[in-house]
């Protein structure tokens, strides 16, 4: 017993002895059925997990911006092309209604020109609003492409809900756009567009003006024996001016004959909504060799 005291006396065996049941206690618990953590355990966890947040987060945010800036060019990308093709259904879900009679003509042609044959493959451009003049006596917007994309006076311009008017001028950067709102057939630098109805090939008439207390487009000139009825969807003729075809103008929301009973005018609520644009398609002609 002496000599027992006399061993715990030594420090350091006395450590390693605690330190040796301690170990054969913890490889016990650790090694039998449990359900849950000891809080040991739950602690250095916790630590283990706290510290990798820390670190990983940030690490994790800087990876997450740099990989969002990489995708942001493709995502625009792919949000142009989205918006072009949307301009592109509304106009072609037109443009395949009338195919059946034009493949008629086009079989009986056999001398078609190239102009002929490609007179009718636009191109389309997105252009940003930049600025819009209120003025009641100039309605017009600026939008931030120009001859730079190859923008001409002239060039039809689009929402995807329908036509909102014409390219007047165009800089080095940037293109002003007289809206279909400043219309007024007594000004002789209105230029009016020529329409039709989708599906009744027999109905012509010119848009000259635009009643801003309506809100209503005037499509004017209409032949008395024409087919023209209220729900009608009037899209551009393009047979004036170079004008594009198949450009979505609005719906017939009454006819009446005109002054003189010669002729029909129609009242044509516009599809597009001439408020708050963001963004714009230009329509791009295809070249014509001279």
Same mark, same amino acid.
Not at 17 to 34: D, H, K
């Given at each position: 017993?002496?000599?027992? #005291?006399?061993?715990?006396?030594?420090?350091?065996?006395?450590?390693?002895?605690?330190?040796?049941?301690?170990?054969?206690?913890?490889?016990?618990?650790?090694?039998?059925?449990?359900?849950?953590?000891?809080?040991?355990?739950? #602690?250095?966890?916790?630590?283990?997990?706290?510290?990798?947040?820390?670190?990983?987060?940030?690490?994790?945010?800087?990876?997450?911006?740099?990989?969002?800036?990489?995708?942001?060019?493709?995502?625009?990308?792919?949000?142009?092309?989205?918006?072009?093709?949307?301009?592109?259904?509304?106009?072609?879900?037109? /443009?395949?209604?009338?195919?059946?009679?034009?493949?008629?003509?086009?079989?009986?042609?056999?001398? #078609?020109?190239?102009?002929?044959?490609?007179?009718?493959?636009?191109?389309?451009?997105?252009?940003?609003?930049?600025?819009?003049?209120?003025?009641?006596?100039?309605?017009?917007?600026?939008?931030?492409?120009?001859?730079?994309?190859?923008?001409?006076?002239?060039?039809?311009?689009?929402?995807?809900?329908?036509?909102?008017?014409?390219?007047?001028?165009?800089?080095?950067?940037?293109?002003?756009?007289?809206?279909?709102?400043?219309?007024?057939?007594?000004?002789?630098?209105?230029?009016?567009?020529?329409?039709?109805?989708?599906?009744?090939?027999?109905?012509?008439?010119?848009?000259?003006?635009?009643?801003? /207390?309506?809100?209503?487009? /005037?499509?004017?000139?209409?032949?008395?024996?024409?087919?023209?009825?209220?729900?009608?969807?009037?899209?551009?003729?393009?047979?004036?001016?170079?004008?594009? /075809?198949?450009?979505?103008?609005?719906?017939?929301?009454?006819?009446?004959?005109?002054?003189?009973?010669?002729?029909?005018?129609?009242?044509?609520?516009?599809?597009?909504? #001439?408020?708050?644009?963001?963004?714009?398609?230009?329509?791009?002609?295809?070249?014509?060799?001279?």
């Amino acid at each position: 017993m002496v000599e027992l #005291f006399k061993l715990l006396g030594n420090k350091r065996l006395f450590v390693l002895l605690v330190g040796l049941v301690t170990f054969i206690a913890l490889m016990g618990f650790t090694l039998g059925p449990r359900t849950a953590l000891s809080w040991p355990e739950k #602690f250095l966890k916790d630590s283990v997990g706290f510290v990798q947040y820390v670190f990983y987060k940030p690490a994790s945010s800087v990876a997450g911006f740099f990989k969002d800036l990489a995708n942001m060019r493709t995502v625009y990308q792919e949000n142009e092309e989205l918006r072009i093709a949307m301009g592109h259904y509304t106009r072609d879900r037109l /443009k395949y209604n009338d195919m059946e009679q034009v493949n008629e003509q086009l079989q009986k042609a056999l001398n #078609f020109t190239e102009e002929q044959k490609n007179r009718y493959n636009y191109g389309s451009r997105i252009a940003q609003v930049i600025s819009a003049n209120s003025d009641p006596n100039s309605r017009t917007i600026n939008i931030d492409i120009g001859e730079n994309a190859g923008i001409k006076a002239g060039m039809a311009v689009t929402s995807q809900e329908g036509l909102v008017g014409v390219v007047s001028h165009v800089s080095s950067y940037t293109s002003t756009v007289n809206l279909l709102t400043s219309m007024d057939a007594n000004d002789p630098t209105s230029n009016a567009i020529a329409a039709t109805a989708v599906g009744k090939e027999k109905v012509f008439g010119m848009i000259e003006s635009y009643d801003p /207390k309506s809100g209503m487009l /005037k499509m004017t000139k209409i032949s008395e024996d024409s087919d023209i009825q209220k729900g009608d969807e009037i899209i551009s003729s393009g047979i004036i001016n170079n004008f594009p /075809k198949y450009m979505r103008i609005g719906e017939v929301k009454s006819v009446e004959k005109s002054e003189y009973g010669l002729t029909k005018t129609a009242t044509i609520k516009p599809y597009a909504s #001439f408020l708050d644009w963001k963004e714009l398609i230009v329509i791009i002609p295809p070249e014509v060799k001279e």
